[in-house]
């Protein structure tokens, strides 16, 4: 549908405000700290083209965009009972009346019949207006859901990407250890057919590597499991295992630029993120709805024209006349409700009650906001001294390997010392990517939770942005 006239302009002008609230520079202004570089898909080019792909046929957007087309169409009917109502009725009939006691007269009426009527609501104290203001609100609403619905979207498809990476290589370090323990199990069936060991201690290590091959099988369903409801997630119809890589680089230190972004999140108060301005809008809804409480037990004015033509036939014992009567009215009335039984005493209370509601919910969502903005911060000092000892630890562990090595080629040790060494190896590369991937988690969810993210600089704002009237 196209928009012409002050409706195109305020759509344009509602765009622009939509687009300066999504962006990273709109949020927080020049001050905002630059966190390009710094997230998963910076690193991770599949996940790159995995949220590319996400932004549009994730059904949790499709779902968002589908609740700002209803919310518009309802801008509709709350605009009606402005604008005028015009009604026709159109029929061709014939009826005939006869009185009782007077068999000389009788009347019939045939023809053509129509009524045309026009009616506009003239002066009803605002609350007409407020009511399309309401409307208005609940599209700004439903567009600002839309945007935080990739936000979301993206922070839980960059957190659980990195833990599929994490749970992929623990689950191939659980597989490395298989061999070992199916080698120390062999060895010792042979050592009990010699009679060297004990039969409950060969049980007991059957029933170790049985229950190891049953938790790695356990592992391996719950890691296709979540791989395919990340894919359901991201709109993909399958995330095949090659799509999730084996290694996670080492992230850059943001600890710098943590402290700027908590920093700014304070000085702005959650004020420019997306659940402060829903709460605002929402507490402004609530002003309206007390305004038009306000007025229902006013008189309303209304304004009605109107035009019909009846055709009726009279006949009597000496003649028969036809007549056309064409009839046009014009009135002004009013309507009084006087005595509601009290329900507009509750509209307003309820008003005035949502209003509190969510002026509590700012207050709360402010302060939780800056606690988990600090929360994450210090958490990110503590991932980045954890990671830090993993990849020493990974070090020590190839360095050992290496050396394991060359005293195996030398024959100065067995290969199940060399197989031990590759399987601490394993472990430790495991380690190092599970602690880099809560280390860029977290980090990701501090960008997002302070409105940063640069995924909502490819949110477009393509829907009619109603104002206030």
């Known amino acids: 549908m196209f928009l012409s006239g002050p409706r195109l302009w305020r759509s344009i002008g509602w765009a622009l405000v939509i687009w300066a609230s999504v962006s990273p520079h709109g949020v927080h202004g020049a001050e905002a700290p630059l966190v390009a570089g710094t997230l998963p898909e910076d690193y991770l080019p599949e996940l790159k083209a995995i949220l590319a792909t996400a932004r549009q046929r994730s059904p949790q957007v499709i779902a968002s965009e589908i609740e700002i087309a209803l919310s518009e169409a309802r801008v509709y009917a709350a605009d009606a009972p402005r604008l005028p109502k015009l009604a026709a009725n159109l029929n061709f009939a014939t009826s005939q009346t006869a009185v009782s006691g007077d068999n000389s007269t009788q009347n019939r009426d045939q023809g053509f019949f129509y009524l045309v009527t026009l009616n506009q609501a003239i002066f009803q104290w605002g609350a007409l207006k407020n009511q399309s203001a309401i409307a208005d609100i609940n599209v700004q609403i439903a567009q600002k859901n839309h945007a935080e619905a990739h936000r979301l979207l993206a922070l839980n498809l960059r957190q659980q990407y990195l833990a599929l990476i994490a749970r992929k290589l623990a689950i191939t370090q659980a597989r490395n250890s298989l061999p070992q323990a199916e080698a120390a199990q062999a060895l010792e069936r042979e050592q009990l057919s010699r009679g060297l060991v004990p039969r409950t201690q060969v049980e007991a290590r059957e029933l170790g590597l049985r229950e190891a091959r049953l938790q790695v099988a356990r592992v391996e369903e719950d890691f296709a499991s979540d791989r395919r409801r990340f894919a359901r997630m991201a709109g ?63 008189p309303k004015i209304f304004a009605s024209l109107g035009s019909s033509l009846d055709n009726a036939t009279t006949a009597t014992t000496n003649n028969v006349t036809q007549q056309a009567v064409t009839r046009q009215t014009a009135s002004l009335n009013a309507q009084w409700d006087i005595f509601d039984g009290l329900a507009t005493r509750g509209a307003k209370k309820e008003a005035l009650t949502t209003r509190r509601q969510q002026e509590n919910r700012m207050a709360s969502f402010t302060v939780e906001t800056l606690e988990r903005a600090n929360q994450l911060a210090r958490q990110l000092a503590i991932d980045a001294e954890a990671m830090e000892i993993d990849e020493i630890q990974q070090r020590m562990a190839g360095d050992g390997l290496r050396q394991l090595q060359q005293e195996f080629e030398l024959g100065r040790v067995a ?53 206030s009237r």
């Open 236 to 298: 993909l119809g399958d995330l095949p295992d090659s799509a999730i890589p084996m290694a996670i680089p080492k992230p850059a230190d943001v600890a710098a630029t943590a402290t700027a972004v908590v920093a700014t999140l304070s000085r702005d108060g959650g004020r420019s993120l997306f659940e402060s301005e829903i709460i605002a809008l929402r507490t402004r809804e609530a002003d309206l709805r007390y305004e038009i409480a306000k007025v229902r037990l006013r």
């Open 415 to 467: 290969r199940s010392a060399v197989t031990g060494a590759e399987n601490r190896v394993s472990s430790s590369e495991a380690a190092s990517a599970g602690a880099r991937a809560a280390y860029l988690s977290r980090w990701a969810e501090l960008v997002s939770l302070a409105g940063l993210d640069p995924v909502l600089n490819n949110v477009a704002v393509s829907h009619h942005a109603p104002s």
